[in-house]
């Protein structure tokens, strides 16, 4: 090894990479080359995509699906600005990701003169989006600035990180060298007397119920101990999904949004939630949830506990940590008394009533969703976009493994599914995925059938093609307003798709689309698989 300086540039991808970062997403620049010269020497995987917001979908389809965060580079001012969306969407579901942008040169910041790819405050943008926004003036700032996005990684509630650097830095020489960072880890404790207060709850509850978001994903065996243990529910957020098998006795699913659930909830005389904001995109509804019951809470973000679903027991802590403490102080209590979900029946009842409650739209939906499922192996990760089927999905979707199923829930933008489901194959190319988008919703991010086609993954991309902004056109309906803006010219999806070099077919009903995803799945390069509404309908 020579002993030449190395630039800073070269330094921060060095540092990425000893500390676990092995793929970066992005667009180089002439405002970010220093970075590219860093990569080239490191061997970090570079995937180029074809607008920056889905490199930030990537990374975030990436994590999701391997619990690893990746970096997203992207120049000064446009190449921020178009990653904000994607960083949003990450911030608001709890993803961790890096990102990492060029300023202009550090002299003209904040100056207006009208430098390429000016902003007038870059970091005051990112600090609006990002769990954490810092500006690097020294090879040891960036460092620095580093070191906390990892510790922020391993600690707490995970959120996109963004360090910016400006350009003439990232040419400087500099003789730090790269080092790995000190494993932080262990995060909150559950206070014994808290576990007591929240014990003495529920050892009296009659009707616990309990909701559990993304937070409670590693806490899986727990939350069914506990719950077969008080007789009560179990329902999930949509991060939740999973988190019990589907048939299980106790598991509402992620059934928030339906007013049976929502009933349920309201009877509840002590609910318990755990690892979720119980925000309205966690229900999928607008209406507070109401609840005349005790709350107790177990979150590692303590603002979570007093936020305006104040807990009256705010545990603050790990999932599973909680969860083991609160097992091992209830196995000695008595629980001959539970007997709500005995007199109730099991989930499946409450289940059969939702169902009964689907409307046309939502019937025809649940049959692409079982076509869907059907195609595809157990342990496949589907990336769904802002669309009907996916809304209904969110429920419907059947699955007995947690993180197999993602939507853009938080944050709620169009055009997730594609270049997300890209980030997940670029993850683990062992592990099936599949992307769901409307037909309005996949033209926001279409443009990245071109990166699929460029890595050749065997990536089943299905269309749900109503001609519309379905739901919005329906919303306009209920709400009185003669439907405007919800109808555009579509493109022939298939032409367009094979363009790109995809494989690409319309599905002609269930049965083809299940058969399409299998075919798909066995190609190399994607495929997109158009499901016309009018194939699908029923009555
Ligand atoms: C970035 C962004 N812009 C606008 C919206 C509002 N929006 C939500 S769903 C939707 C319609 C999407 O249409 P399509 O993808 O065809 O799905 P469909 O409702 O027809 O199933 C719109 C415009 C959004 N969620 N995100
Ligand atoms: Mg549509």
Request: glycine share 10%; aromatic share 6%; charged share 20%.
């Amino acid at each position: 090894m020579s002993d030449e300086p190395w630039s800073v540039g070269r330094y921060i991808v060095a540092l990425l990479a000893a500390n676990g970062i092995d793929t970066v997403f992005g667009i180089p620049g002439v405002h970010n080359l220093e970075f590219y010269r860093g990569l080239a020497l490191t061997g970090l995987r570079h995937v180029l995509v074809r607008h920056e917001q889905n490199a930030g979908f990537a990374a975030d389809g990436f994590a999701r699906a391997s619990g690893r965060p990746a970096a997203a580079f992207v120049i000064s001012g446009p190449g921020l600005t178009n990653i904000l969306t994607a960083v949003g969407q990450a911030k608001t579901d709890s993803v961790p990701m890096l990102i990492l942008a060029s300023t202009p040169v550090e002299a003209s910041l904040a100056k207006g003169w009208g430098v390429l790819h000016e902003l007038d405050d870059q970091r005051a943008l990112a600090a609006g989006v990002a769990g954490t926004a810092r500006s690097a003036r020294s090879a040891e700032d960036a460092r620095d600035h580093l070191r906390e996005a990892f510790a922020s990684f391993q600690l707490g509630r995970q959120r996109p990180s963004y360090l910016e650097v400006p350009l003439d830095l990232l040419s400087k020489p500099t003789s730090l060298r790269p080092e790995r960072f000190a494993q932080v880890g262990g995060g909150p404790q559950p206070a014994p007397a808290v576990i007591e207060h929240a014990i003495g709850l529920l050892a009296e509850a009659q009707k616990p119920m309990i909701v559990v978001g993304g937070g409670a994903r590693a806490a899986g065996a727990q939350l069914r101990k506990l719950v077969e243990a008080v007789d009560g529910y179990l329902v999930t957020t949509v991060a939740g999904k999973g988190l019990l098998p589907d048939s299980h006795p106790a598991n509402l699913g992620a059934s928030l949004q339906f007013r049976t659930t929502r009933e349920l909830v309201s009877r509840a005389d002590v609910v318990l939630a755990v690892g979720t904001e119980l925000s309205e995109t966690d229900f999928y509804s607008g209406s507070r949830l109401q609840m005349t019951g005790r709350l107790i809470r177990i979150d590692v973000d303590a603002t979570k506990l007093a936020d305006h679903y104040a807990a009256d027991v705010g545990i603050w802590g790990d999932a599973a940590a909680s969860l083991d403490a609160l097992l091992q102080a209830l196995s000695g209590s008595d629980r001959a008394q539970r007997r709500w979900r005995s007199e109730l029946g099991p989930a499946a009842t409450h289940k059969a009533r939702i169902e009964t409650e689907f409307n046309s739209v939502a019937r025809t939906c649940a049959r692409v969703l079982a076509a869907v499922r059907a195609g595809i192996p157990v342990e496949a990760a589907v990336f769904s976009d802002m669309t009907q089927v996916a809304y209904l999905g969110n429920y419907a979707f059947t699955t007995d493994k947690p993180g197999t199923w993602f939507h853009p829930s938080g944050y709620g933008t169009l055009g997730y599914a594609l270049p997300a489901a890209i980030g997940a194959l670029v993850a683990d190319p062992g592990r099936p995925a599949l992307a769901l988008a409307g037909d309005f919703g996949f033209q926001f991010t279409s443009q990245e059938l071109a990166t699929a086609v460029e890595l050749q993954l065997s990536l089943p991309i299905v269309i749900w093609n109503n001609s519309a902004l379905g739901q919005i056109r329906d919303d306009m309906v209920a709400a009185g307003i003669a439907p405007t803006g919800v109808i555009g010219h579509n493109p022939d999806f298939l032409a367009l798709a094979r363009a790109y070099g995809a494989h690409a077919e319309r599905a002609y009903g269930p049965e083809e689309l299940t058969a399409g995803i299998r075919a798909a799945l066995q190609r190399r390069g994607p495929t997109v698989l158009e499901a016309v509404e009018a194939d699908f309908r029923v009555a």
